[in-house]
């Protein structure tokens, strides 16, 4: 059974910085596209960013040039840094993994596994 696990959530003021981390059991990080996904109460779930098997990156458009995807598959995790962070970006983050290594997906259906999530909360 492979699993993820999210950490490194928490309170942060607007304009602040988090390093979210994803541990992957198993061999799910290695050979697996890795994103990261979020939801804030009351909407749906929706994508923020993913990494494929080449380090390929992807992210959404309200986050670009806030936020960085990377992976390190010597550890099986995959981390979020998220800076300049700001109200709208409050949520629980989840972490996804792909069986198919060099897809780009952006929706939810794509992915194999999920982690619980980590809430992230942004005060203004």
């Known amino acids: 059974q492979e699993q993820l696990v999210e950490s490194g959530g928490g309170v942060v003021q607007a304009g602040g910085s988090l390093r979210l981390s994803c541990a992957a059991s198993?061999?799910?990080?290695?050979?697996?596209?890795m994103a990261w996904f979020r939801q804030a109460p009351g909407m749906e779930r929706e994508f923020v960013a993913v990494?494929?098997?080449?380090?390929?990156?992807q992210y959404r458009d309200s986050v670009k040039g806030r936020f960085t995807i990377s992976r390190d598959n010597a550890v099986n995790t995959v981390w979020l840094q998220m800076n300049s962070l700001l109200p709208e970006d409050t949520a629980i983050y989840h972490c996804?993994?792909?069986?198919?290594?060099?897809?780009?997906?952006?929706?939810?259906?794509?992915?194999?596994?999920w982690g619980h999530g980590t809430q992230v909360t942004v005060s203004s």
């Open positions: 198993g061999r799910t990080s290695i050979g697996y596209a």
């Open positions: 990494i494929n098997i080449h380090d390929k990156t």
């Open positions: 996804a993994a792909s069986k198919f290594g060099l897809r780009m997906a952006v929706g939810t259906d794509a992915y194999d596994y």
